[in-house]
């Protein structure tokens, strides 16, 4: 006998961890670029507001390698398992941090030194394309049916403990070092940390179990030979759904969180190491909403929560732009938090919600086609729009107001959605008045 209560759905509490904690390394390489754009704009593109938005046009050129990363490794996960894929994707994305953290600057080869930093952005992101929906079916998979809102959305606030040690370190580095050793030598530092977390966790990654979804489709011979085709041909409603879903959790964290210090600092409201210092004091936001919100997701549903935080993102972001940019460093931290805050519950209920619209049978290659496919146009692309209509139209609050038009966008979209939180009836579970054999498959079905 066994006091785990994962144990019934085959999953150790161990090999639960490993993959949550992974997500830390993972948003630590990732986020990292963008702490630290203003620094590397200068490291590789010569500096000057010229080479902020270059830089920031490279995350998002790379960004736009997410998808296909996603597809790919989706394809790996739902033909061969998610062990395999994670451990695939891990692998590539420590080999793209060192060669980050080895990259010979402008000063020593010249334009060269930009392209190459694009390169290894790409690889960066083909394989995050991968990590982070592999990671949220793997909790979704192994978790109890009435805690997956909780266990999923620990997945959220483990990547912002990587965003907070990335701006953590990043704010670190700007702030003991001189802006010559910085650009000599000294931005080198946090990436060659990051390219130790991610080898550790490729390691550790190497004693992960299998998902107990996974191994049912292999015993009952229910893997799609094609997964890719098969979510296309029975779940595009399905996609539709993690579009919506993804485009509002991407925007509401990486122009409301993320963007933030690029914003403070290319408006003037402050110097980098306050900005990514008070970016710390939001990822710490992020961090201690995250889980509530999954909590509250597992209690009275999913959909009553996105409504909620899409109400909020359509009202908030406006005015909380426009305080950072005019208002003191009171202000300026008040509106960061605030918007940590909508972020951080957007991503919690959002994790479960989309992994809930597809069967096992083709989650990651769903995921991949419709939650990847909106993060890399509304979280890639993002930051830099919102750059250049700053600078062209002169108005702080346009990062706020293109959260605002998303949310309205998105609105429809979740008044139409249907409850995806199984419910416990007479020792079975029941969805949308279905009861459920007790071997729970949650999302087991059409789109419709």
Avoid at 245 to 273: D, N, W
Avoid at 329 to 347: I, K, N, P, Q, R
Avoid at 392 to 420: D, K, N, S
Wanted: proline share 4%; charged share 15%; glycine share 12%.
């Amino acid at each position: 006998m066994t006091n785990d209560p994962n144990a019934a759905h085959g999953i150790s509490r161990r090999s639960m961890a490993v993959a949550a904690f992974s997500t830390v390394v993972e948003w630590y390489d990732f986020t990292l670029y963008l702490y630290l754009a203003t620094l590397l704009s200068r490291v590789f593109y010569g500096g000057g507001a010229a080479s902020l938005a270059v830089t920031l046009g490279g995350f998002a050129i790379a960004y736009l390698m997410r998808p296909l990363g996603a597809i790919v490794f989706g394809q790996i996960g739902d033909r061969f398992g998610r062990r395999r894929m994670m451990l695939a994707s891990m692998a590539l994305m420590t080999v793209a941090m060192l060669g980050i953290a080895l990259l010979p600057t402008r000063e020593q080869i010249g334009p060269a030194a930009g392209w190459l930093l694009l390169a290894l952005r790409c690889v960066m992101a083909f394989s995050v394309g991968g990590e982070y929906t592999g990671v949220v079916a793997y909790l979704f998979e192994g978790a109890r049916p009435d805690r997956r809102g909780f266990v999923t959305s620990v997945a959220s606030a483990a990547s912002e403990v990587g965003g907070l040690l990335a701006v953590a370190i990043s704010a670190a580095t700007v702030a003991w070092m001189s802006a010559a050793d910085l650009e000599a030598w000294g931005w080198r530092i946090p990436f060659f940390i990051g390219a130790a977390l991610a080898a550790a966790v490729a390691l550790a990654r190497s004693t992960l179990q299998e998902s107990p979804d996974f191994e049912r489709q292999r015993a009952e011979g229910t893997i799609p030979a094609n997964p890719f085709a098969h979510v296309l041909r029975h779940h595009r409603v399905a996609i539709g759904r993690g579009f919506a879903i993804s485009a509002l959790g991407s925007i509401t964290y990486y122009v409301g969180i993320v963007y933030v210090p690029a914003f403070l600092t290319g408006t003037g409201a402050m110097g980098e190491g306050d900005a990514l210092w008070l970016s710390t004091a939001a990822a710490v936001m992020v961090i201690a909403v995250t889980p509530l919100v999954g909590l509250l997701s597992d209690r009275i549903g999913r959909k009553p929560v996105l409504l909620a935080v899409a109400v909020l993102a359509a009202v908030l972001p406006i005015t909380m732009f426009s305080g950072m940019a005019g208002g003191s460093w009171a202000v300026a931290l008040a509106g960061a938090l605030v918007l940590a805050a909508l972020g951080g519950a957007v991503s919690a209920v959002g994790a479960v919600a989309t992994a809930e619209q597809f069967p096992g049978e083709g989650r990651l290659s769903g995921l991949a086609l419709g939650a990847t496919a909106a993060t890399a146009i509304f979280g890639g692309l993002a930051p830099l729009v919102s750059q250049l209509l700053v600078e062209r139209t002169g108005w702080a609050p346009v990062p706020g107001a293109m959260i605002a038009v998303v949310a309205l966008g998105v609105l429809p979209v979740l008044l139409g959605l249907r409850e995806t939180r199984p419910v416990a009836k007479e020792g079975l579970l029941t969805r949308r008045g279905c009861v459920r054999g007790k071997r729970s498959r949650t999302a087991d079905f059409r789109d419709g």
